[in-house]
């Protein structure tokens, strides 16, 4: 999985990439996180692992913390861009 993120990250980012390009790399990421958390939830309401579902309610509400610190991030660098600079 580390490998994975890995190559996805080095084909995302560029050197040419800005702080902006990282924290939508990053807010992708913790979408993902939180869409892979919230389907082993829906999965395990039929399954009904008491276990996972303490793992799940621990982790999701970390998950849907960290999307939010990175959207805000994502969005407060994106208020910083001028829309009409040339790249």
């Given at each position: 999985?580390?490998?994975?993120?890995?190559?996805?990250?080095?084909?995302?980012l560029d050197d040419?990439?800005d702080?902006?390009?990282?924290?939508e790399?990053?807010t992708?990421?913790?979408a993902?996180?939180v869409?892979?958390?919230?389907?082993?939830?829906?999965?395990?309401?039929?399954?009904?692992?008491?276990?996972?579902r303490?793992?799940i309610?621990?982790?999701?509400p970390?998950?849907?913390?960290?999307?939010?610190?990175?959207?805000?991030?994502?969005?407060?660098?994106?208020g910083?861009?001028?829309?009409n600079?040339?790249a």
């Amino acid at each position: 999985m580390k490998k994975k993120a890995s190559e996805m990250m080095d084909t995302y980012l560029d050197d040419d990439s800005d702080a902006l390009d990282g924290f939508e790399f990053l807010t992708m990421a913790e979408a993902a996180e939180v869409g892979h958390w919230s389907v082993l939830r829906t999965l395990n309401e039929q399954a009904g692992n008491a276990q996972l579902r303490g793992l799940i309610d621990w982790a999701l509400p970390i998950q849907e913390r960290h999307f939010q610190d990175v959207l805000r991030g994502s969005v407060k660098l994106a208020g910083e861009e001028d829309p009409n600079e040339k790249a």
